[in-house]
């Protein structure tokens, strides 16, 4: 599993206008082929009266699956330049569709080339883009004098603390990146003189969303 990775949290929609023609580009987060394909049917039932309706999408933790379409256009003018934008900004598990409505005067091939990819651009502006990372929930156990060393360490890395239990003792659930558990772990034992029990719960994918961390998807070991 990649250790994050960009993807779309909410699509959005943006437009350009070139030479009186209107290029419309709407995003989605792309789960699934079939989801696409629905979503594409759909922007067509939308915008019925347009054109053209070119497309391209990546699907796939190292995107496997990639598909785009010029749809009418001069081969090479629209899909591939769409396609190479969500590759170019490393977004996974993307979808837009670029509709044009024909102003009337012909761009030509650069020009084609160029106004999908400011779409497409638009588009991706137009959406909520965040980093998902690979974490995992540590349980943290441990007495009322190790609490501050703890909550220090866990401070100064920035790190969130989802759940706190105050008993004869006290149970921290932290949320840690993957690629910091071992350092985070090690920093803890050294620092209540190894009194703190740890252990290791969820793998998870997180992300910070305005301000909050929110935990997106849990994963099996």
């Avoid at 156990?141 to 006290?170: A, C, E, H, N, W």
């Amino acid at each position: 599993m990649l250790s994050e990775y960009k993807a779309v949290y909410q699509g959005g929609e943006g437009e350009i206008v070139e030479k009186k023609s209107r290029f419309i580009a709407t995003v989605i987060p792309a789960g699934s082929e079939e989801e696409v394909l629905a979503f594409i049917e759909s922007v067509r039932k939308k915008y019925w009266d347009a054109r053209h309706h070119c497309f391209a999408y990546v699907i796939g933790e190292r995107n496997e699956l990639q598909r785009c379409s010029d749809d009418g256009e001069p081969s090479g003018t629209a899909g591939k330049p769409m396609l190479e934008v969500l590759l170019g900004e490393e977004i996974h598990n993307v979808a837009v569709v670029v509709t044009r409505y024909f102003g009337g005067t012909l761009l030509g091939t650069g020009g084609l080339v160029r106004a999908y990819s400011a779409a497409t651009k638009q588009g991706l502006a137009s959406s909520v883009i965040i980093t998902k990372i690979l974490g995992v929930k540590l349980c943290i156990s441990t007495d009322y004098t190790g609490l501050g060393k703890i909550q220090y360490i866990l401070g100064q890395r920035g790190l969130q603390i989802l759940g706190s239990v105050y008993t004869d003792k006290v149970e921290l659930e932290a949320l840690i990146p993957e690629d910091e558990l071992a350092a985070v772990k090690a920093e803890i034992t050294e620092g209540t003189n190894g009194q703190a029990m740890m252990q290791e719960g969820e793998f998870c994918y997180f992300a910070n969303i305005d301000g909050n961390v929110q935990v997106l998807e849990i994963l099996e070991k």
